[in-house]
């Protein structure tokens, strides 16, 4: 709820237009109650829990296919998923709050920074499902490598999706990104 309210008032005064005690008093909470949850402003924005969802797509599914084909389908089935595009749960709300968190991450400079963060976190829980603790230094190598390259897919999928408006589907936005970085039509497949 705190997170909500942030997003909708940073997209209608400006990030640095809204401050912490904003947002407190919007979610009717203190501003101690806002930095128990979200430790620095930037967390506001920035703070999800995607990083398990993807993780837990990616650990489902078998060891043996190739890497690249492991993330592209959970990072194309959980955009699917969070945005009720071609068939998810996502509501328009999560859609649109999704959306509002992506422009501003976007057009604010120390949230683009701050993401490079948040990126490094979700490749690290990606690598992590791949591959266990006991793996060796080239098998990790080529997961984090892996890993990498698609969440640059995945970066440059969500920018054209932000710029859109949202209008086109996300999951067949990913697909594409992935589909062009990688030169398979189907990465999923």
């Known amino acids: 709820m705190i997170q909500t309210h942030a997003v909708r008032l940073f997209s209608e005064r400006g990030y640095d237009a809204t ?3 904003d947002v407190a008093e919007a979610a009717g909470v203190s501003p101690m109650t806002v930095y128990r949850h979200f ?23 078998p060891a043996e296919r190739p890497l690249v084909r492991r993330i592209g389908g959970a990072l194309v089935d959980s955009a ?3 945005t009720g595009d071609g068939g998810g749960e996502g509501s328009s709300a999560d859609r649109r709050f999704l959306l509002d968190r992506l422009r501003l991450m976007i057009s604010t400079p120390a949230l683009r920074a701050r993401h490079l963060d948040n990126q490094y976190a979700l490749q690290r829980a990606i690598v992590g499902a791949l591959v266990d603790g006991a793996a ?3 098998t990790a190598f080529r ?14 999928a969500l920018v054209r999706w932000a710029e ?7 999951p067949e936005l990913v697909a594409k990104a992935l ?4 030169g398979d039509p189907d990465p999923r497949a």
């Open 19 to 21: 401050t912490v005690s």
């Open 39 to 61: 430790p620095t402003k930037e967390d506001l924005v920035l703070l999800d829990h995607y990083g398990g969802l993807i993780a837990g797509r990616i650990a489902a599914t």
């Open 80 to 82: 699917a998923l969070l």
């Open 136 to 138: 060796d230094p080239d």
């Open 143 to 156: 997961a984090e490598a892996a890993a990498g390259a698609c969440l640059a897919a995945l970066h440059t």
């Open 164 to 170: 859109d408006g949202g209008r086109a589907d996300l």
């Open 179 to 182: 589909a062009a970085a990688f």
